[in-house]
Nanobody
Framework: QVQLVESGGGLVQAGGSLRLSCAAS????????MGWYRQAAGNKRELVAS???????VYADSVKGRFIISKDNARNTVDLQMNSLKPDDTAVYYC???????????????WGQGTQVTVSS
């Protein structure tokens, strides 16, 4: 059974930094794309940043230049370094990884449980 475990959320003042980490555990064949999404109260879940298996990255316009997504293939982790945080960044952040359980299985999207990030003004 595959699980994604997130860590690193919390409360920070505007202008501060946080680093989120997400680790995949369990038995699986491989990981493709990884990403971070967020959902603020009353809003839809939105993509924050993603990274492909080849290392190509995509960022939401609202976080470009402030957030950095990175991955460690050996540890099956994806991190999100968040700098210059703003109150508008307040949300529950979710990790997403596309995982193949066996060599002939389809890619499936797995989600973490979510971690709260609160930025005070």
């Amino acid at each position: 059974q595959v699980q994604l475990v997130e860590s690193g959320g919390g409360l920070v003042q505007a202008g501060g930094s946080l680093r989120l980490s997400c680790a995949a555990s369990g038995s699986f064949f491989g990981i493709n794309a990884m990403g971070w999404y967020r959902q603020a109260a009353g809003n839809k879940r939105e993509l924050v940043a993603s990274i492909t298996s080849g290392g190509s990255t995509v960022y939401a316009d609202s976080v470009k230049g402030r957030f950095i997504i990175s991955k460690d293939n050996a540890r099956n982790t994806v991190d999100l370094q968040m700098n210059s945080l703003k109150p508008d960044d307040t949300a529950v952040y979710y990790c997403n990884q596309d995982i193949k359980l066996r060599y002939n299985s389809p890619w499936q999207a797995y989600w973490g449980q979510g971690t709260q990030v609160t930025v005070s003004s």
